[in-house]
């Protein structure tokens, strides 16, 4: 495989990453970002924790899905992450109504 394929490849995965989290972002309340990876879960906790001088998170998630190209299955029932850098947590808002799109053509 060339690095031109290998390139090809990454964007398509990419792209198909994309159009999954277009299509489920809905679904959850909260996006969560930490230092290495991009969530989107429907519950939320961040504590954070003091070691020996030492200051982490531990954020846990229920129902949670991961922008990770390379994870086979993106939705998970409970995540824990332990970061050293803080955790960006957003809460999405929520549509008081919803009509089908065939409502809307």
Known sequence: MSAEDLEKYETEMELQLYREYRDIVRQFSYV???ERRFYLANQVEVH???TDG???FETEMTDAWVWD???PARF???VRVLTFKDVNVEE???P???LP???LL
Do not use: F, P
């Open 101 to 103: 799109l065939k409502d």
């Open 32 to 34: 969560v970002e930490t």
């Open 48 to 50: 954070v924790r003091n």
């Open 92 to 94: 999405l808002e929520k």
């Open 96 to 98: 008081d109504m919803t």
């Open 54 to 56: 030492e200051t982490y």
């Open 69 to 71: 190209m390379y994870r």
């Open 76 to 78: 998970v029932k409970n």
